[in-house]
């Protein structure tokens, strides 16, 4: 098909040549039915002067990548859904891809991204990609890191996270102030900042009240619903079984009170339990008492979609790194 | 900036010309490093053949559009997860966007990726947009319900769906044979194909079992945990309360079970749960009993997924529209 000019669509559409443009260009008035049918003739002539043309001349392609452990995980996509909510009105749109919280496909999905030509990267990093995400940065990439941090070799990039440290030490207070002393403490990824930050908090809490910590009582459960469960499988079977639970995710949480429950353990009878995030299924327990950092997943994206504006809609290209900290708050379940 | 040659990236990149060609066209072996340092001197210098000018030439994005009701229902994204898995190795990237179950919204959505120039959109509608869609078929844009159908006025278009009739009819069924004569239903939306269907089942079952719909016995739950809720405190202000409820998905499943709890009634005890969806929650309810529609969100991305790459990679661009319906498996909670 040779190629259509601004006239045959004009003409294919029955509207002028001047409506076509304040259509592709979204200025002007132009009413729904018009737009409709302008972009169907269009798409119907293959016309060209279309959205990644237009990137071209501009420069920009008007894409967000994001980078996460799974676009299946409701706690991921509920920050992405703030981060739509922000910067869809500016007329960005999102790719998503998931990493499954592997480094080596979390560095092929960040090359790829420089290959699509993203304008920002939104990253909630596996861990292990720090000589590439500083490269990349280097090179000119806009990176905005959410929830999981990098210690970068180099400058630092944009964050927007929680303060994990502070929120794992005022949970395991918690518990030490109803009088727990043997803990049993479900990590989550130690190759990954919440998952570190989140066992110093609870290390600074333990010893700051003059307890010993003994490693026996930690249990590596990778931030997985199967890996809580383990875990409590683990803690049950020792001489001396923990009195209290303090699990580092909601999906370990999930985990582990699936398995105690299925066991006819009592919450917080036989086991009291501390979790790193709601698990909004516990509502179900009657009188659970558990104790809970409350996550703003959905906070966290807004403040990254502001920061993204900031950076590509604000001329702040080159401005210092952004690093807005969310301090964490705790609750408890009663019903 | 004047524009970079091939020549002049080859040069930042220490590599050959050749070298440049076989990364940018992913076409023969170069190691990670090398591609990652090529990829770096093409940003760096703003080099053009990258993947927005190759897919003008192409005239292809590698980009597919999903417009669902909302990204973070996990539902939807576990949908999303298994069409990742099945299209991001034939080098495609997905753009979500919320529709938020509201038509004018979609509207514009769809209008977006005609403008993007997705190579297909893959959508969870929320209905009232019959038209539209169809005229965008007809010009050809290449569409894939998934999990929601639509009554198109014109040739019919690919669908990936569940027998929602049936797993309603079959799901009915499990609640007259315990007994239940007296069944509240929480119904979904109503211009949604889903909420339609799975009704049209409850009605061909309860009427099929010799027994009358009383309409007073129906309310209105619009697919949400609220609706959940206000449905349960609805039935049970009743002066004949019933002695099941009929949930049409997982989130009002989820919100009758708290306001049931939460106003210490008994399940299945003082009350019988069916519910279309599974509730992992509901796992921590001993012995409740509750009977559901297993649904599986993953396979059917797989199945879309399919249809995408049967579309775009296999050449069938103008074949018969596919229809490939999952029938739907009924379960029993039993702890």
């Known amino acids: 098909m040779a190629k259509a000019t601004i006239k045959q669509v004009a003409a294919e559409a029955g509207v002028s040549t001047a409506t076509i443009s304040r259509v592709l260009n979204s200025s002007g008035y132009v009413s729904d039915e018009v737009k409709n049918r302008v ?35 409701p706690f991921f996509m509920t920050i992405c859904r703030g981060l739509e909510d922000v910067v869809q009105e500016y007329g960005y749109h999102l790719i998503f891809c998931s990493s499954d919280e592997l480094p080596e496909k979390e560095a092929q999905l960040l090359q790829l991204m420089t290959e699509k030509r993203v304008d920002a990267v939104v990253l909630a990093t596996t861990g292990g990609n720090e000589d590439l995400v500083a490269r990349m940065s280097a090179a000119g990439i806009q990176f905005i890191l959410v929830d999981r ?14 303060d994990d440290v502070n929120g794992a030490y005022e949970l395991t207070k918690q518990l030490i102030l109803q009088g727990h002393s043997v803990i049993g403490v479900i990590n989550g990824c130690m190759g990954v900042s919440t998952g570190q930050d989140r066992f110093v908090g609870y290390l600074k809490a333990f010893t700051e009240a003059g307890m010993e910590h003994e490693a026996a009582y930690d249990y590596d459960g990778k931030f997985t619903e199967s890996g809580g469960r383990e875990a409590v499988r683990y ?24 398995e105690l429950t299925e066991n006819g353990r009592d919450i917080p009878g036989d086991i009291a339990i501390a979790s790193y995030g709601e698990v909004e299924a516990a509502r179900l327990l009657k009188r659970s008492g558990i104790v809970y950092v ?24 080159s401005s210092e790194a952004v690093r807005d900290i969310l301090q964490p708050i705790i609750k408890k379940l009663e019903s």
């Not at 972009?39 to 001349?57: E, F, G, H, T, W």
């Not at 941090?149 to 929680?162: F, T």
Request: aromatic share 6%.
């Open 294 to 317: 409350d996550q703003k997943p959905y906070e966290l994206g807004i403040k990254a979609g502001r920061t993204v504006l900031h950076r590509l809609e604000k001329g702040a290209e």
């Open 235 to 258: 803690f049950l079977q020792m001489a001396k079984p923990p009195t209290a639970l303090l699990s580092f995710n909601n999906k370990m949480t999930f985990g582990a009170l699936l």
């Open 39 to 73: 972009m169907l003739a269009v798409n119907k002539l293959q016309y060209q002067p279309n959205a990644i043309a237009r990137s071209l001349k501009q420069d920009k392609s008007f894409t967000i990548g994001v980078v996460l452990p799974d676009i299946s995980n």
């Open 149 to 162: 941090s990098l210690d970068l070799p180099g400058p630092a990039v944009d964050l927007v996270a929680e």
